[in-house]
């Protein structure tokens, strides 16, 4: 399932916001500021974030800003009452991928979540490049210089997955269930098998690391 998170201080809004998002199969979770959307970031995989600009603690700009430094690529729609172009400049400037004024068409935010989804899935589904490592997900190869290493199709998914969203924590149950399907009958030491085969694989590769979280699950570090 999708998880979209709304920050958002205005209580109404988020509330009108996140049941028409859950109407439309998302799922949805709140924050009323920067901090605790960096919180529930640090806890959680997040596939877009919605976020005002004007909240306490942290605003839109600063949140946006303090993501894209820190290598996360996921989609963002900043919804805010300020409409000048100076304004938008700014959000897009930050790292922003979209913009709304309020008062939002509520129909119109959900046609550009669906776009702005659709868009991510196709830039970052099918080529990821980290230094001169080049994963393809066409073919299922991981390339660096003449090197070439074709991978069983579940490992390369659970190291695209890891990769895309570097320093994320993703638990065992959620890479079981996007990669596995929710149906599967594997258990949850079936991703520690298949990290252990990726370890071993690229133990003489400098670009990154698949860390263990005690507790949680993994997460990718990436090193240049």
Request: proline letters at 2%; aromatic letters at 8%; glycine letters at 4%.
């Amino acid at each position: 399932m999708i998880n979209i998170l709304v920050a958002e201080d205005d209580k109404n809004l988020q509330k009108l916001i996140g049941a028409v998002l859950k109407q439309q199969g998302y799922n949805v979770l709140m924050a009323n500021d920067g901090i605790q959307a960096l919180e529930i970031l640090d806890m959680i995989h997040i596939d877009l974030i919605i976020s005002d600009i004007m909240m306490p603690n942290m605003d839109g700009y600063q949140l946006t800003d303090l993501l894209r430094k820190s290598n996360y690529n996921l989609p963002i729609l900043m919804v805010t009452a300020k409409e000048t172009l100076d304004d938008k400049k700014k959000g897009f400037i930050v790292g922003t991928d979209d913009y709304m004024v309020k008062p939002i068409d509520i129909d119109e935010m959900v046609l550009r979540v669906a776009a702005l989804l659709r868009r991510s899935r196709i830039v970052n589904e099918y080529r990821l490049t980290i230094g001169e490592l080049v994963l393809d997900y066409n073919t299922l190869d991981v390339n660096k210089k003449d090197i070439s290493i074709n991978l069983p199709k579940k490992e390369f998914y659970l190291l695209f997955k890891l990769l895309s969203y570097p320093k994320q924590i993703f638990t065992r149950q959620q890479l079981m269930d996007e990669i596995w399907g929710m149906d599967s009958e594997a258990d949850e030491r079936t991703v520690d098998v298949h990290i252990r085969r990726l370890r071993d694989k690229f133990s003489e590769f400098d670009e990154f690391e698949i860390i263990t979280v005690r507790g949680l699950g993994y997460k990718a570090e990436i090193k240049i």
